[in-house]
C-alpha cells in the first residue's frame, strides 16, 4: 500500500489550498481515511476523518474551513484547506484503514498505512 500526498506549499493567511493524496493497493471507497498534522514541536493532531460509507469528522480548528473528500474513480483523498490561519502550519499526513468501517476513526494507531507528508506553512 502507498499514499502519496500532495498540494502543500506556502500561502499567506486566507488563502486557501487543496491537498490530494493518491492511494495504491488498497481502495480507499471501502477504507476508513483520514488527515492528520504535525505543527513543528507538537504531536501529530487529527484534521478530518471520513468513513467508509461517507461520514466525516473535523477538528474543531478546522471546522467550517476544511473540507474532507474521497474520488472512489481516482482512488485519491482530498482536502480543501480555506480560510488558512497561520495555525494551520503543518506537515500533512494522509492515513488509511483497511477494511470496512462503519464509524468514523480517529484515533492514529488504529490507521495501517501512512502517506510521507506534505507541508503547508501560512504566512500571517
Known amino acids: 500500500v502507498q499514499l502519496v500526498e500532495s498540494g502543500g506549499g506556502q500561502v499567506q493567511a486566507g488563502g486557501s489550498l487543496r491537498l490530494s493524496c493518491v492511494v495504491s493497493?488498497?481502495?480507499?471507497?471501502?477504507?476508513?481515511m483520514g488527515w492528520y498534522r504535525q505543527a513543528p514541536g507538537k504531536e501529530r493532531e487529527l484534521v478530518a476523518v471520513?468513513?467508509?460509507?461517507?461520514?466525516?469528522y473535523y477538528a474543531d480548528s478546522v471546522k467550517g474551513r476544511f473540507t474532507i473528500s474521497r474520488d472512489n474513480a481516482k482512488n485519491t483523498l482530498g482536502l480543501q484547506m480555506n480560510n488558512l490561519k497561520p495555525e494551520d502550519t503543518a506537515v500533512y499526513y494522509c492515513a488509511s484503514k483497511r477494511g470496512y468501517s462503519t464509524v468514523v476513526v480517529r484515533r492514529a494507531a488504529e490507521y495501517d498505512d501512512w502517506g510521507q507528508g506534505t507541508s503547508v506553512t501560512v504566512s500571517s
Open positions: 493497493g488498497t481502495t480507499i471507497s471501502i477504507n476508513a
Open positions: 471520513i468513513s467508509s460509507g461517507g461520514y466525516t
